[in-house]
């Protein structure tokens, strides 16, 4: 039996700006994430794979707020919040990142999935005090 492939995704939030990266291979605007290795917990995944990639400390609700399961691969989409720290983008998988207010994002030409997810993640961060955080 093949193991299920799992990646964590993370939506995060500074002033009520959400952070997008400019994805080298895929040439896309995507939300910060990447693989979960063996022995990680989703969040600790989420929380490594965004101080690799954008070099920022986060805290991230508990519970996915969204999962899609497809050819074997499960992907937990997190609303998270900034902490701390100064993007420095790794270069190897990332051009560029972006801030966007909900405006932005519905004005934006992402592709409707991620722009999807973006509505979504807003709407969650809109309750998103305290409560279900964690660091």
Same mark, same amino acid.
Request: charged fraction near 40%.
């Given at each position: 039996?093949?193991?299920?492939?799992?990646?964590?995704?993370?939506?995060?939030? !500074?002033?009520?700006?959400?952070?997008?990266?400019?994805?080298?291979?895929?040439?896309?605007?995507?939300?910060?994430?990447?693989?979960?290795?063996?022995?990680?917990?989703?969040?600790?995944?989420?929380?490594?794979?965004?101080?690799?990639?954008?070099?920022?400390?986060?805290?991230?609700?508990?519970?996915?707020?969204?999962?899609?399961?497809?050819?074997?691969?499960?992907?937990?989409?997190?609303?998270?919040?900034?902490?701390?720290? !100064?993007?420095?983008?790794?270069?190897?998988?990332?051009?560029?990142?972006?801030?966007?207010?909900?405006?932005?994002?519905?004005?934006?030409?992402?592709?409707?999935?991620?722009?999807?997810?973006?509505?979504?993640?807003?709407?969650?961060?809109?309750?998103?005090?305290?409560?279900?955080?964690?660091?």
């Amino acid at each position: 039996m093949r193991m299920m492939n799992k990646v964590v995704v993370g939506f995060i939030f !500074k002033e009520n700006k959400l952070l997008l990266i400019k994805h080298k291979k895929k040439n896309m605007w995507l939300p910060v994430g990447g693989h979960v290795e063996p022995g990680e917990t989703l969040l600790e995944a989420l929380k490594r794979e965004i101080k690799e990639e954008v070099s920022l400390i986060i805290k991230c609700r508990e519970k996915p707020f969204f999962v899609l399961r497809e050819k074997g691969e499960t992907t937990n989409h997190y609303t998270c919040k900034y902490l701390s720290g !100064k993007i420095k983008i790794m270069k190897e998988e990332i051009k560029d990142f972006k801030w966007l207010t909900k405006k932005e994002v519905n004005n934006s030409k992402l592709c409707r999935e991620i722009k999807r997810l973006a509505i979504k993640a807003f709407e969650e961060n809109m309750e998103f005090d305290d409560e279900g955080m964690v660091k």
